[in-house]
């Protein structure tokens, strides 16, 4: 959908580091999440927030952080804590917690 | 909380048949059932949703039905084309949480 904005496309980290991946909507939704896909698995939930300000953790938050300050923007903290963190990470939003979800063109996250 | 299991893992099919992918959930308050479609290196995109008070929903070739007693629901696309080879992906919801099958690639032979 061209109104939720992933960057960057592709990220690299460094052992120890910290990265943050951004991710914009303008579609007005009050809910937004991150999920993490791996090779030939489904996506599973990392951070979901139902509203500006609040954030709960959904079923593999270990090495994870966000931030809801703004309803537009929900970025993703990639922690150091986080000892396996190549994957494909998608954002997604939806106008309420109970309407349909759509995605991000996600980012490719791999280890230097 | 939620565990989906989807069937089977890929589904190679002949231009024209059709394809079924069957998925079962766990917890009888799972309320919402999207299906989604990935191409390779792509974005997942809602294809169809169900809701739990509805048993069948039809789009064109593609239709979902779900029965609760059983807790499991299925894709069914008619008259597959080339253009319908992707992974597919079910999910279910419950309190706003959406869990995801493992996902099904589905191959249609010209």
């Known amino acids: 959908d061209g109104g939720i904005t992933q960057s960057p496309k592709y990220l690299f980290r460094k052992e120890g580091q910290n990265v943050t991946l951004s991710c914009e909507q303008n579609?007005?939704?009050?809910?937004m999440y991150w999920y993490r896909q791996d090779p030939g698995q489904g996506l599973r939930l990392i951070y979901y927030?139902?509203?500006?300000?609040?954030?709960q953790k959904g079923d593999i938050a270990e090495g994870y952080s966000v931030s809801r300050e703004k309803k537009e923007s929900f970025p993703l903290t990639v922690t150091s804590a986080q000892k396996n963190p190549t994957a494909f990470y998608l954002c997604?939003?939806?106008?309420?917690?109970?309407?349909?979800?759509?995605f991000g063109d996600g980012t490719r996250l791999s280890i230097l | 909380g939620e565990n989906v299991e989807q069937h089977p893992s890929t589904l190679s099919v002949q231009e024209g048949d059709s394809a079924v992918i069957k998925c079962t959930y766990s917890d009888s308050a799972s309320n919402y059932f999207p299906w989604y479609k990935q191409e390779l290196g792509k974005r997942p995109q809602l294809i169809i949703d169900i809701r739990s008070n509805v048993g069948e929903k039809k789009d064109q070739r593609i239709a979902v039905t779900l029965n609760k007693t059983a807790k499991h629901f299925s894709l069914h696309i008619t008259e597959t084309q080339p253009e319908d080879s992707a992974v597919y992906f079910c999910?279910?919801?419950?309190?706003?949480?959406?869990?995801f099958g493992a996902g099904t690639t589905v191959t249609v032979r010209a």
């Open positions: 579609l007005n939704h009050d809910a």
């Open positions: 997604a939003s939806s106008r309420t917690g109970d309407q349909p979800q759509h």
């Open positions: 927030s139902q509203i500006v300000n609040d954030f």
């Open positions: 999910a279910a919801s419950i309190s706003y949480k959406l869990s």
